[in-house]
């Protein structure tokens, strides 16, 4: 079974400039959610999205933006980048239904991150 | 919102000894607690978790307990190794959250041989 897969590994922009990262979750599960991984704040919830619609999202500005698509893919994408937005930017899937929360199937799955430098 | 502390950052044992990492939580409505450890470089990964219900946990070397009404938890090790080595995050989720977490600061475990 395929893990949770994140693309591109690495990348290096510029300010001003955007980006758009890509996530697969696992087969199945239909619940992804994005973090911010960075040595001064730690993991840091960006948002959680879930059959296509985002249901929670975390303290973040609103250049950061996602969506998922209806094979439970998703996309987050920084607009206007700042060098404080370095940092490894990772996601995590899960079915997501309340079945398994309640059950206590509910478990997150990372993916290997995407790495951002801003310069 | 959910508020999560642990200690301590930095945890320094020698191979074999127990190590204890705690973590306290604010939000009461919080029920589940996963632990996961990262190693350089790579990706978060799960290695125990609780739910409210439940007070303690064990698999294998590695048990957590949780205390609902003080509200905190505990990650013990026991017969530390060296592979054991590695950044410690505890995590809170609860209500209707569920890719949600909240997670702690971290904790630098370094088992010497």
């Known amino acids: 079974k395929a893990g949770v897969t994140q693309t591109p590994r690495y990348l290096i922009k510029t300010r001003g400039q955007q980006v758009t990262l890509s996530c697969s979750p696992i087969?199945?599960?239909?619940?992804v959610s994005w973090y911010q991984q960075t040595p001064g704040q730690g993991l840091q919830f960006l948002f959680e999205?879930?059959?296509?619609?985002?249901?929670n999202k975390g303290n973040f500005p609103g250049r950061f933006s996602g969506r998922q698509f209806s094979n439970s893919r998703s996309e987050m994408n920084v607009s206007t980048l700042e060098l404080g937005d370095s940092a490894l930017y990772l996601c995590?899937?899960?079915?997501?239904?309340?079945?398994?929360?309640?059950?206590?199937?509910?478990?997150?799955?990372f993916g290997a991150g995407s790495r951002l430098t801003v310069l | 919102g959910e508020n999560v502390e642990q200690h301590p950052s930095t945890l320094s044992v020698q191979e074999g000894d127990s190590a204890v990492i705690k973590c306290t939580y604010s939000?009461?409505?919080?029920?589940?607690f996963p632990w996961y450890k990262q190693e350089l470089g790579k990706r978060p990964q799960l290695i125990i978790d609780?739910?409210?219900?439940?007070g303690e946990k064990k698999d294998q070397r590695i048990a957590v307990t949780l205390n609902k009404t003080a509200k905190h938890f505990s990650l013990h090790i026991t017969e530390t190794q060296p592979e054991d080595s590695a950044v410690y995050f505890c995590?809170?989720?609860?209500?209707?959250?569920?890719?949600?977490?909240?997670f702690g600061q971290g904790t630098i475990l370094t088992v010497h041989p």
């Open positions: 995590a899937s899960t079915r997501g239904n309340l079945r398994d929360r309640e059950s206590g199937a509910n478990v997150l799955t």
């Open positions: 087969s199945g599960h239909r619940s």
């Open positions: 999205y879930f059959s296509e619609t985002q249901r």
């Open positions: 939000d009461s409505a919080s029920n589940y």
């Open positions: 609780i739910r409210s219900n439940v």
């Open positions: 995590a809170a989720a609860g209500g209707t959250s569920y890719g949600k977490l909240t």
